[in-house]
């Protein structure tokens, strides 16, 4: 575990998939799956470039890359059906994850999720493990970008009522961790296997790295 010192934290601000979330296996099978409907097969580590895009982006990359003979639109509606279920019935959460997000909402730290998953989706996984209820803000790159830029955490640390400098940002992916610190997050690294060959660089830009989220020492 890495850590820096930090300042009282104002507000908390969480991805949801690898972060929260143990549902990066689904979504590195998920274009496998749908693609090899078309003859198609990504190569490894494909997942990959989409991690921090949109649902709608990554149908667009999908169809445009590989000539696929559906809509974006109609992709990312054969995305959203393989998912739907994953979502509600299935995904488990991280060890830890109840435990620390809990932790921050017994000490009056106010909390958002920001997910490049579906507001459906989210809302259905954290509902039915119990959390949805902790968090004051929802948001989600459908609605603010993708987060190669850092709309999505300026609107969630906003609606917190929190200070940049004083918003912990949780992420398990490089292109999500850069810019939130780039933006002047406090950033919080989160290991997952997905993410493992980006772990160097990750740590460079993390005030805080948890190898597993009970590792969390504030």
């Not at 799956?33 to 149908?59: K, T």
């Not at 994850?97 to 909402?105: M, P, Q, S, T």
Request: proline fraction near 6%; charge should be negative.
């Amino acid at each position: 575990m890495k850590t820096t010192n930090l300042p009282a934290l104002q507000a908390a601000v969480f991805d949801i998939d690898g972060t929260l979330l143990d549902s990066m296996q689904m979504w590195a099978n998920a274009p496998g799956v749908l693609l090899g409907r078309y003859g198609v097969h990504p190569p490894e580590g494909f997942i990959r470039r989409l991690i921090p895009l949109s649902a709608r982006q990554c149908a667009v990359l999908m169809v445009e890359e590989y000539h696929l003979p559906v809509t974006p639109e109609q992709l990312a509606e054969q995305t959203a059906e393989y998912t739907r279920r994953q979502y509600a019935e299935h995904l488990q959460l991280k060890p830890g994850a109840k435990e620390l997000v809990e932790r921050f909402a017994a000490r009056g730290v106010p909390m958002a999720l920001a997910s490049a998953s579906s507001i459906r989706d989210v809302q259905a996984a954290m509902t039915r493990l119990g959390l949805w209820d902790q968090f004051r803000a929802v948001l989600t790159c459908d609605e603010y970008g993708s987060k190669q830029g850092p709309a999505i955490y300026q609107a969630a640390a906003e609606q917190l009522g929190a200070a940049t400098a004083r918003t912990a940002v949780f992420e398990d992916s490089l292109q999500a961790l850069r810019t939130a610190h780039d933006a002047g997050f406090l950033t919080v690294m989160v290991d997952d296997e997905a993410s493992l060959e980006d772990w160097p660089r990750m740590e460079a830009l993390a005030d805080v790295r948890l190898h597993r989220l009970t590792d969390w020492p504030l």
